[in-house]
């Protein structure tokens, strides 16, 4: 026996799910694949004096969660490669689907289901075997 599975998705290995507001506690969701490096705007980070030797730079890490709050100090130290600092932008391209989202809270934790608005999953068995006819008179 052979079984074919299609979630209805055409996920990459890595994707961001975008969830935008269109009404009181409504949302539309959709699923982009995550951009890959040479995808990425290469202008500088633009860096404003806002005071006497006071600077402030608007930038983000060039993966989502290359860094948080949690890592960003690991090994008590900040040094930290700067090349993964970005000018702001989308970390997703044009590229999307529909989806919508249920979620299920199991205690402690969220389970997320993803599932395509325009494309049902499905599953197929596939058995092997001999066709065989029998009439009857």
Excluded at 77 to 88: G, H
Aim: charged content about 25%; glycine content about 4%.
């Amino acid at each position: 026996m052979t079984v074919e599975h299609n979630t209805g998705l055409n996920l990459k290995d890595e994707f961001i799910l975008v969830g935008r507001e269109t009404s009181s506690k409504m949302f539309n969701y959709t699923v982009h694949s995550l951009k890959m490096e040479d995808e990425y705007r290469k202008k500088k980070v633009v860096i404003h004096e806002i005071s006497h030797n006071i600077f402030v730079a608007s930038t983000q890490f060039e993966r989502p969660f290359d860094y948080s709050t949690s890592s960003w100090v690991r090994n008590n130290d900040c040094n930290k490669n700067v090349s993964k600092l970005k000018i702001v932008q989308k970390h997703y391209g044009t590229d999307y689907q529909d989806v919508n989202i249920f979620t299920q809270n199991n205690g402690d934790r969220f389970t997320y289901f993803v599932k395509s608005v325009e494309n049902a999953p499905y599953l197929r068995f596939i058995i092997p075997g001999i066709l065989a006819f029998c009439l009857l008179w």
